[in-house]
């Protein structure tokens, strides 16, 4: 079982920033797989960005740009640097780790999500 626990969400006006952390409990080599998914109330959730084991990163369309995931090996942990917040970007961010399942709707593992409010 790999536990996730996500922090750094809150509220910022649009046009500000946040960075968001996940911190995994077992070392990120045997993991595949991270990923920051996103969840509005009423909609579906939608993978916005992903970083293999190689550090190679995608973004979702609607972040590019303004989102910078990153991972930090030796600490466990991956980020994910929001720039340019808009209100749309408003949801609750969940952290997820691939080993055998990492696809743009399903995961192995799942944080417990962090909410992330941008004000007009």
């Known amino acids: 079982q790999v536990h996730l626990v996500e922090s750094g969400g809150g509220l910022v006006q649009a046009g500000g920033s946040l960075r968001l952390s996940c911190a995994a409990s077992?070392?990120?080599?045997?993991?595949?797989?991270m990923g920051w998914y996103r969840q509005a109330p009423g909609k579906q959730r939608a993978l916005v960005a992903v970083?293999?084991?190689?550090?190679?990163?995608k973004y979702a369309d609607s972040v590019k740009g303004r989102f910078t995931m990153s991972a930090d090996n030796a600490r466990n942990t991956v980020y994910l640097e929001m720039n340019s917040l808009k209100p749309e970007d408003t949801a609750v961010y969940y952290c997820?780790?691939?080993?055998?399942?990492?696809?743009?709707?399903?995961?192995?593992?799942w944080g417990q999500g962090t909410q992330v409010t941008v004000s007009s």
């Open positions: 077992e070392s990120i080599f045997s993991i595949n797989a």
């Open positions: 997820a780790a691939g080993i055998t399942i990492f696809t743009r709707t399903h995961a192995d593992y």
């Open positions: 970083i293999t084991s190689g550090g190679r990163t």
